[in-house]
């Protein structure tokens, strides 16, 4: 993990139009980036295609201070899932919100950005008047498990499920207040 520390400042908002591809491919860097070999050639198209997923639910990416100028560089994704009509969702039910696809870019890990992203996406449930946010993870997303944990997440096996055998999807829900 980088000693760097924080980044000062984060910003997020929602990805504009000339950004998807910039925010896809740090998305297929990052699951790249695990350990393993899980990453499908398939998946990695679908990781990319940002465009398609800002126009079908929400995206939103996280700005940092990478090269020493304010907020200026894209170093984390999002997609944040409103509701149940969505393509994206993934299991919710009614009144819940999801999260898909979270990543940081692996030189900028460790220094606040994943939370903020996560944040954002609890922040945008409470928003919408929404129960709960559903989230799917895998075995091998260590550091993403603690986050959401870290977040208040708390563990839901009955709504764990495996889309092919070798990718099993554990399922972590935040209850709003
Ligand atoms: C999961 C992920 C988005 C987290 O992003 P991030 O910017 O590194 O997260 P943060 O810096 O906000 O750190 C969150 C917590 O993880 C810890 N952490 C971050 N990187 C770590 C690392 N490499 N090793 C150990 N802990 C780490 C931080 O210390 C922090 O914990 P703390 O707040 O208790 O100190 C990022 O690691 C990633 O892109 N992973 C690959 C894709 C993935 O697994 N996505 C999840 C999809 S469900």
Redesign the pocket.
């Known amino acids: 993990?980088?000693a760097a520390g924080?980044f000062p400042a984060v910003e997020i908002r929602r990805v504009l139009p000339d950004e998807h591809e910039r925010a896809g491919a740090l998305?297929v860097a990052?699951?790249r980036?695990?350990p393993g070999e899980h990453l499908t050639e398939d998946y990695a198209a679908e990781l990319a295609d940002v465009a398609r997923r800002a126009s079908e639910a929400e995206v939103l990416v996280?700005l940092a201070d990478v090269a020493g100028a304010p907020c200026d560089e894209i170093?984390?994704c999002?997609t944040f899932v409103p509701d149940r009509s969505s393509p994206w969702a993934e299991l919710l039910e009614d009144g819940e919100s999801g999260?898909?696809?979270?990543?940081?870019?692996?030189d900028?890990?460790?220094?606040?950005?994943?939370?903020?992203?996560?944040e954002a996406c609890v922040a945008r449930t409470g928003e919408l008047g929404r129960s709960a946010l559903l989230?799917?993870?895998?075995p091998?997303?260590?550091?993403?498990q603690?986050?959401?944990s870290?977040c208040g997440f708390e563990r839901s096996p009955e709504r764990d499920w495996a889309p092919v055998p070798e990718v099993p999807l554990l399922a972590y829900r935040l209850a709003m207040p």
């Open positions: 993990m980088p924080s998305v990052a699951y980036a695990l996280a170093v984390g999002v999260i898909r696809m979270l990543a940081v870019r692996p900028a890990q460790g220094r606040g950005c994943g939370r903020a992203l996560v989230l799917h993870t895998t091998w997303m260590t550091v993403a603690r986050l959401y870290s």
